[in-house]
């Protein structure tokens, strides 16, 4: 079955530096690969996605690379302000069919003011 | 409209009982998960329901945990003679049966602590 890795555990900057994230899978049928973020006390809500068939997306401050030759994916926060505090998710599955997502073990990435 | 709802929020149980988990999915999603997330651990795969039926259930770990769906809406999750292990955050989450089936909501969970 598919796995992720996600690296680093727990990510440390300050206001306003850039923040990114990696993860890596291992089955190549992998075609979409989502991000979610979790807050303390609440489940995680999806604030990015890719699918195989592009390299990159962004979203105002966030944006997501992929790299299907290497099976590796990554978050990249711009900008970063306290409120981007929290557990980051990356995760892999096949889309259509029995979607089942594979996640990774997160990322607590903390914020200083 | 309302989102993934879960109940109860916290459960506090002795070992050896028996608890029930509650989720009420978004209206017309018909596919349902059950994760289960651990103190600083990622989110473990337990089972998937599309419609009221189960077709992967591989990730409930042991015979003491079965989950069940009726009218394609509200799901059970059920943990018999629970033991300290079981503690964790149980996540339930909804997903629409189109294109955007692949998209996730999730539940805010309910703590299990197991005494």
């Known amino acids: 079955g598919e796995n992720v890795e996600q690296h680093p555990s727990t990510l440390s900057v300050q206001e306003g530096d850039s923040a990114v994230i990696k993860c890596t899978y291992s089955d190549s049928a992998s075609n979409y690969f989502p991000w979610y973020k979790q807050e303390l006390g609440k489940g995680p809500q999806l604030i990015i996605d890719i699918r195989s068939n592009v390299g990159e997306k962004k979203d105002q401050r966030i944006a997501v690379t992929l790299n299907k030759t290497a099976k590796h994916f990554s978050l990249h926060i711009t900008e970063t302000q306290p409120e981007d505090s929290a557990v980051y998710f990356c995760?892999?599955?096949?889309?259509?069919?029995?979607?089942?997502?594979?996640f990774g073990r997160g990322t607590s990435l903390i914020v200083h003011p | 409209g309302a989102g993934v709802s879960q109940s109860p929020s916290n459960k506090v149980t002795e070992k050896g009982k028996d608890v029930e988990l509650r989720c009420d999915p978004i209206?017309?999603?018909?596919?349902l998960y059950w994760y289960r997330q651990s103190l600083g651990q990622g989110l473990e795969f337990l089972i998937y329901?599309?419609?009221?039926?189960?077709?992967?259930k591989s990730g409930l770990p042991s015979d003491r945990f079965s989950a069940e769906r009726t009218g394609g809406s509200v799901s059970t999750l059920t943990i018999q003679r629970t033991q300290q292990e079981d503690s964790a955050v149980y996540l339930c989450?909804?997903?629409?049966?189109?294109?955007?089936?692949?998209?996730?909501?999730f539940g805010s969970g309910t703590q299990l602590s197991v005494l």
């Open positions: 209206s017309g999603h018909t596919a």
């Open positions: 989450a909804s997903s629409l049966g189109d294109r955007d089936h692949e998209k996730l909501f």
């Open positions: 995760a892999a599955s096949q889309a259509g069919g029995s979607y089942i997502p594979t």
């Open positions: 329901f599309q419609g009221n039926s189960a077709p992967d």
